[in-house]
């Protein structure tokens, strides 16, 4: 039998952007946009899905390393241009890594936006863990930032 545990973790990740609330918004919320800097859904696979509403449903496929991993997320609360809350499972090959509650808050910054991301996460049986989900969603982030500057 395989070991089994859980890792719980939670880490917060803050950026200012020089955009308002409401272009930082539209980025998670309109699909095309969100593909062009967070990579998904892909228009051209069937399977990844991006339904942006409370209840709504978003889930993609991508291959890292050798591997597929999954994103499957339940959107639980939206207020445009000031939060968003999802819960979201990851997997490896078919392999459930970890459940989390994340957060997106929007705070208007002069005539920009700080942005505030929470994530509280299970990370399971040693296949994740919270600092390599902190790293990558810095990673992540620092793309929106960029994207959100080549628009202007």
Not at 13 to 41: D, I, L
Not at 133 to 143: A, H, P, Q, S, V
Request: charged share 30%; with cysteine; net charge negative.
């Amino acid at each position: 039998m395989t070991d089994r545990s859980i890792a719980h973790g939670s880490f917060t990740v803050e950026r200012t952007y020089r955009h308002a609330p409401a272009k930082v918004f539209q980025a998670w919320a309109n699909p095309e946009f969100k593909r062009q800097w967070f990579g998904s859904p892909s228009p051209d696979k069937p399977t990844d899905v991006m339904d942006f509403r409370v209840g709504g449903r978003e889930y993609n496929e991508s291959e890292h390393q050798g591997s597929t991993y999954t994103f499957d997320v339940l959107y639980r609360d939206i207020v445009p241009d000031n939060r968003i809350i999802y819960t979201y499972e990851m997997a490896m090959n078919g392999r459930r890594i970890s459940v989390s509650l994340a957060t997106v808050e929007l705070f208007p910054d002069g005539s920009g936006t700080r942005m505030v991301v929470k994530e509280d996460g299970a990370f399971l049986d040693g296949l994740d863990t919270c600092k390599q989900r902190e790293d990558g969603t810095n990673y992540i982030i620092d793309l929106l930032g960029k994207w959100l500057d080549e628009q202007g």
